[in-house]
């Protein structure tokens, strides 16, 4: 089983509407969670943080934290075609917090 | 929100030289860098983590002879790619981090640099 795993994708909706990014992991000792979205060509940019289990909101963007599940999903309201992007999903590990990052999900928000 | 530089944002080099790429934090003390490596429609592969004034820790099968890290200073790391070669072409990229006790988790990425070697 891969440490961080993501829905394969790609994923295409409709401008305006919620896009429902998922990502499971198998270190349960993770403790910190992040969401980054990455346009073609470009470097990764930070979107949310979240540490603690339940709902973090900023914005448009929503993270959702489940560690009994084992489960840190992303969800993009209104959705906008500046947000076609790939979103990596990544864990904090060791002492050093590196990133271990999920294969990413592809995302398309059709005008 | 934090602000990381990278420089060169591309650069071309014949094989067989060196190429040397920094990475600065601009408005916060980067305490540990870190350096990664992606290829095309491929996911960030972390090469190697670095903490000022101490010797860089790399990720298994990374050369640490090929690809020598120094973070003298608590703004400034930089990657040097040692005699190039056509198949360290990739986009690099670092990140950084406030890793202080009781610092943040998140790390901040520069916008990378494109190596190709001919």
């Known amino acids: 089983q891969k440490e961080v795993e993501q829905n394969s994708g790609p994923l295409s909706v409709p401008e305006g509407a919620i896009a429902s990014l998922n990502c499971t992991y198998s270190d349960r000792g993770s403790q910190s969670f992040f969401w980054y979205r990455q346009y073609s060509g470009k470097s990764p940019e930070l979107i949310m943080s979240?540490?603690?289990?339940g709902d973090k909101e900023d914005g448009r963007f929503t993270a959702q934290l489940n560690k009994a599940s084992q489960y840190v999903s992303l969800l993009i309201r209104d959705s906008q075609p500046s947000d076609s992007a790939t979103y990596l999903c990544?864990?904090?590990?060791?002492?050093?917090?590196?990133?271990?990052f999920g294969s990413g999900t592809q995302l398309t928000v059709l005008p | 929100g934090a602000v990381v530089s990278q420089h060169p944002s591309r650069v071309i080099c014949k094989s067989g030289t060196s190429v040397k790429i920094e990475c600065r934090s601009l408005d916060f003390q980067a305490t540990t860098m870190f350096w990664y490596r992606q290829f095309p429609k491929k996911s960030l592969m972390l090469m190697a983590t670095?903490?000022?004034?101490?010797?860089?820790?790399?990720e298994q099968g990374v050369e640490k002879d090929k690809f020598l890290i120094n973070h003298a200073s608590l703004t400034l790391s930089t990657l040097t790619v040692t005699s190039a070669h056509p198949e360290d072409s990739s986009f690099y990229i670092c990140s950084a981090r406030d890793g202080r006790a009781g610092g943040p988790d998140e790390q901040y990425f520069g916008p990378g640099t494109r190596l190709t070697v001919t």
């Open positions: 990544a864990l904090g590990r060791g002492s050093a917090r590196q990133l271990t």
């Open positions: 979240i540490y603690s289990n």
């Open positions: 670095s903490n000022e004034g101490s010797k860089a820790t790399y």
